[in-house]
């Protein structure tokens, strides 16, 4: 079972990149890197998932290198409604069961 | 757009009462969860359904049970509430291996209890 640590809190400023990286040492060969995020007073929701290498959509990139013994979700140019907490999770299909949400990074955003 | 709904928002009950939180999804899932959400703790796993009628403990089972006897709706019970369930609880339904998204969770927006 992949544990996964990050960082607590972070603060940024409004138009800055921000990277929260998360490490997971014991990752498995068969184990996908999830992220969501969630805001007060609402449930969690995905916003990147990626296997190996470099994953990017509408919201973020999802950086992980060669060995996948870590990741590094990235948001370019946040504002204040990127104000929210970050999880990463890791697993595979069919242990659906086993992800751990943990505490997640809280990300603050200022103006 | 996967729609996940609680029955409550805000539930207040008595330390005894016998409590239902009810979920549904509207997406055909096969997997629904069950969590609780505590300041510092995180979300942690109360109770997994992969199957109607199917259910399996998570981390933190004790003084909770559920029932899915029917693909859609998924529910929490307390049998006997306590002060120390007041929490946050968050509902999510998933499918097998959805593309190529694996894993992905759709949650609903929480209830939160409130044990007196």
């Known amino acids: 079972l992949a544990k996964t640590t990050q960082p607590i809190s972070m603060d940024s400023y409004e138009g800055q990149e921000v990277n929260i990286t998360c490490s997971h040492n014991n990752i498995a060969t068969n184990d996908y890197i999830t992220w969501y995020q969630q805001f007060p007073s609402q449930g969690p929701r995905f916003i990147i998932q990626?296997?190996?290498t470099k994953v990017t959509n509408e919201v973020a990139s999802l950086f992980i290198p060669a060995d996948r013994k870590s990741s590094t979700l990235s948001l370019p140019r946040v504002s204040l409604s990127d104000t929210a907490v970050y999880y990463c999770l890791v697993g595979d299909t069919y242990n659906t069961d086993k992800l751990i949400f943990g505490t997640g990074t809280r990300l603050q955003v200022f103006p | 757009d996967v729609k996940v709904t609680q029955s409550s928002r805000y539930l207040v009950k008595r330390t005894g009462e016998k409590v239902f939180l009810e979920c549904v999804q509207d997406?055909?899932?096969?997997?629904m969860f069950w969590y609780r959400q505590d300041p510092g703790l995180g979300l942690r796993l109360i109770y997994f359904?992969?199957?109607?009628?199917m259910k399996e403990k998570g981390d933190i089972p004790e003084g909770y049970s559920v029932s899915r006897e029917k693909k859609e709706r998924f529910s929490l019970i307390l049998e006997s509430a306590s002060t120390n369930q007041t929490s946050m609880y968050l509902c999510?339904?998933?499918?097998w291996g959805s593309g190529t998204l694996y894993n992905e969770q759709f949650f609903g927006p929480g209830t939160r209890l409130t044990v007196l």
């Open positions: 999510a339904s998933s499918s």
């Open positions: 997406m055909d899932h096969e997997n």
């Open positions: 359904s992969y199957d109607v009628k």
């Open positions: 990626g296997y190996k």
